[in-house]
């Protein structure tokens, strides 16, 4: 049965940085696009980077470019969102998405869900 699993989140700092991973079960995630998504509370979900099957191809949010590195291993069965310079407002659950339309950050075109791991970012 496939399976995208999240994992890295937690508390920090402002200024600080996490790597979340998604790992992947049940399926080969080279075959798929990436997306990487966040729900803060009372807001809705948005995108936040998307990486191609072939990893040449990225996109990130306005609010997250030149602080989030998307990244992928496909030999691992793993993609990654490095995330730096993390601000309050980055505070949210975070979900990796599998997709074959392209590293878009459009919830709609995603059609495999992880479970989200939360971040925190507060002093």
């Known amino acids: 049965q496939w399976q995208l699993v999240e994992s890295g989140g937690g508390l920090v700092q402002p200024g600080e940085s996490l790597r979340l991973s998604c790992a992947a079960s049940g399926f080969t995630l080279g075959n798929y696009d990436i997306g990487w998504f966040r729900q803060a509370p009372g807001k809705a979900q948005e995108g936040v980077s998307g990486?191609?099957?072939?990893?040449?191809?990225?996109k990130y949010a306005d609010s997250v470019k030149g602080r989030f590195t998307i990244s992928r291993d496909d030999a691992k069965n793993t993609a990654y969102l490095q995330m730096d310079s993390l601000r309050p407002e980055d505070t949210a659950v975070y979900y990796c998405?599998?997709?074959?339309?392209?590293?878009?950050?459009?919830?709609?075109?995603?059609?495999?869900w992880g479970q989200g791991t939360p971040v925190t970012v507060s002093s």
């Open positions: 990486i191609s099957r072939s990893g040449d191809s990225t």
């Open positions: 998405a599998a997709s074959r339309k392209g590293a878009t950050l459009t919830v709609g075109e995603y059609d495999y």
